[in-house]
């Protein structure tokens, strides 16, 4: 498999074996670390929202069943505006990501700026019903 340097893939992979490990070969890619760069705060801003409603579980859960039975209503009513709402945040990206890759910088930005109006427009909606 070429890439477009003209290197080989596997030319531009370094093999690893843990020591003292038997079994197959691990091939790690040089992207692999910016890889974990961009994951990292993506996964952190994906468990945000479920550690609020924790944090909010412990310090209602002090004062009392019917005020927690009100916290589980509304936490589930959040995380499932959350898991709806996501698909803003993942469609923009992959679109972007993927105009960008193409090179069309112009077009990135065009995609980058309507997911922003979308998505302020979205909220207040919300806030307008919520």
Same mark, same amino acid.
Request: net charge positive.
């Given at each position: 498999m070429e890439t477009q340097e003209g290197l080989r893939l596997h030319d531009r992979r370094?093999?690893?074996?843990p020591q003292?490990?038997?079994?197959?070969?691990?091939?790690?890619?040089p992207w692999d670390r910016q890889i974990v760069r961009? %994951? =990292?705060?993506?996964?952190?801003?994906l468990? #945000?929202?479920p550690l609020y409603i924790l944090a909010d579980t412990a310090v209602i859960g002090h004062l009392g069943t019917?005020?927690?039975a009100g916290l %589980? =209503?509304?936490?589930?009513?959040l995380l499932t #505006?959350?898991?709806?709402c996501i698909f803003l945040a993942y469609g923009t990206t992959a679109a972007v990501a993927r105009l960008l890759g193409a090179g069309d910088e112009a077009g990135a930005a065009h995609q980058a700026v309507q997911g922003l109006w979308l998505g302020g427009g979205l909220g207040v909606v919300l806030a307008a019903v919520g």
């Amino acid at each position: 498999m070429e890439t477009q340097e003209g290197l080989r893939l596997h030319d531009r992979r370094r093999r690893i074996r843990p020591q003292g490990l038997s079994g197959p070969t691990v091939w790690r890619s040089p992207w692999d670390r910016q890889i974990v760069r961009l %994951a =990292v705060p993506a996964l952190g801003s994906l468990i #945000a929202e479920p550690l609020y409603i924790l944090a909010d579980t412990a310090v209602i859960g002090h004062l009392g069943t019917p005020q927690l039975a009100g916290l %589980a =209503v509304a936490g589930s009513i959040l995380l499932t #505006a959350h898991a709806l709402c996501i698909f803003l945040a993942y469609g923009t990206t992959a679109a972007v990501a993927r105009l960008l890759g193409a090179g069309d910088e112009a077009g990135a930005a065009h995609q980058a700026v309507q997911g922003l109006w979308l998505g302020g427009g979205l909220g207040v909606v919300l806030a307008a019903v919520g």
